[in-house]
């Protein structure tokens, strides 16, 4: 900013002059003294002008307070009105605090926010391998046909892209495990400020879909992870990622519309996964924000983007943070992803369950076979298969607790340590029983 030295005399600049043929006296005004009226002048007006601000701003008070008097009932008095006006700026300063609060979050959180981009080698003539209509000449009109012979030239192409978001100075980053799902891809990080820095695949979830990546670089910005137990229906939140792969560090607000969600997400090609208790909410998540974070108003992440819902307007779903936090701890202490394992696959009794299997009970986890002959009720050698655990029989407690579509059998195991000697109560040919299980570490 440039400083404005020139000083501004008084009025002493005014130089009397003697008109020897009257007189009358004459004044001469200096340009010193000129420069001092003019400033004056400003000085004057602005100080009206702000007494004129202020009687205005007063006016449309009280014109505010006449227009809300003249909606209200008669029976109303002035002092409820002008209560009601009061409500009416308050509610105008509330909005521009939660504007404030949006803005803020997204300058402190941003730079530590990446997009991630996937490059593969690919054939050049996959376009015209994978394109149905290579022999219509309308579509390919110069007859370009692949090869038929000889190794196909490749290059490296994009091929895909997702957001990340960094945890650790070091440079650790979560994300989604869909993004970086493919074992022949590389994977390059792209910073806020536009630096690229090739990142590698530390873990991939093989439950939730998550995956923690490391890039080699210190002193990075992190964004600090919160507590999504604590977290409301209705409260604000804002998002941030890579939507639709091209647009960096996109910016989208709404509020927590729905807590502990059960889908199916698919990828569209035929893959499903099961997410368990994920937060839903009305900010846009589009395709490519996925990874990035869901922030509360303290520019704290609750939330892991993840999946949308189609067909519908502004549902998205998002992994709660405190799951992701025990994948990445694990991740940075031990190199991998360690998980307690029980080894049974199972079905939730229901009334439904219970009258087609004929049952004795209306709650608990029924041990079954998959659809595939390699899906077996019990993983041979397991921990269950250690303790005795057998097809159709029925988990009824774990440590006490009831197992029922509130504590589901996997929600319970996942709360739990790898070694952790723990107590089942179980159902098996009509008997109650308990048996000692130790769990053991998921490979």
Avoid: W
Avoid at 147 to 152: A, I, K, S, V
Avoid at 402 to 425: E, Y
């Amino acid at each position: 900013m440039t400083e404005i030295n020139d000083e501004v005399s008084d009025f002493s600049g005014v130089e009397k002059v003697r008109d020897e043929k009257s007189d009358n006296c004459n004044y001469k005004i200096s340009k010193k003294a000129l420069i001092g009226v003019l400033v004056l002048t400003i000085a004057i007006s602005t100080f009206l002008g702000g007494i004129a601000g202020f009687l205005a701003s007063e006016t449309s008070v009280s014109g505010l307070r006449g227009a809300v008097e003249a909606l209200l009932p008669q029976d109303v008095t002035q002092q409820q009105a002008r209560e009601l006006t009061s409500a009416t700026k308050a509610g105008t300063v509330k909005v521009l605090e939660e504007e404030s609060s949006v803005i803020k979050v997204v300058e402190d959180v941003s730079p530590a926010v990446v997009s991630i981009i996937v490059s593969k080698d690919v054939s050049k003539l996959d376009e015209f391998a994978l394109n149905p209509f290579f022999d219509d000449p309308f579509f390919n009109p110069f007859g370009l046909r692949p090869l038929p012979q000889g190794e196909p030239e490749t290059e490296k192409r994009e091929i895909g892209g997702g957001t990340g978001f960094v945890v650790s100075s070091d440079g650790f980053i979560i994300t989604n495990r869909h993004v970086v799902d493919d074992l022949e891809a590389d994977y390059t990080v792209v910073m806020n400020d536009g630096q690229k820095i090739e990142a590698k695949v530390l873990a991939r979830d093989t439950v939730m879909d998550l995956a923690v990546i490391k890039v080699e670089k210190n002193d990075l910005p992190i964004i600090e992870l919160g507590d999504s137990d604590v977290l409301k229906i209705g409260q604000t939140v804002v998002a941030i990622g890579n939507s639709l792969g091209e647009f960096r560090n996109t910016v989208s607000k709404g509020i927590i519309s729905g807590l502990k969600r059960n889908v199916n997400a698919g990828d569209g090609f035929g893959q499903t996964e099961l997410l368990e208790e994920v937060i839903q909410t009305d900010a846009a998540i589009n395709p490519g924000n996925s990874g990035g974070p869901i922030l509360n108003l303290q520019g704290q992440v609750v939330g892991v983007n993840v999946a949308m819902a189609q067909g519908a307007e502004n549902i998205g779903f998002a992994i709660p943070i405190n799951e992701v936090k025990k994948i990445y701890q694990s991740v940075k202490t031990t190199g991998k992803i360690v998980r307690p394992y029980l080894g049974v696959r199972y079905m939730l009794v229901n009334e439904q369950v219970k009258t087609e299997n004929n049952l004795p009970v209306v709650y608990g986890a029924l041990i079954v076979r998959g659809n595939r002959p390699s899906e077996l009720a019990v993983s041979p050698g397991g921990p269950a298969d250690k303790a005795g655990i057998v097809e159709n029989d029925i988990v009824l407690e774990i440590n006490g607790t009831k197992i029922d579509q509130d504590n589901d059998l996997a929600k319970v195991i996942k709360k739990l340590n790898v070694g952790d000697q723990i107590s089942m109560k179980i159902l098996t040919k009509g008997e109650e029983k308990s048996v000692t299980v130790l769990l053991e570490e998921a490979n």
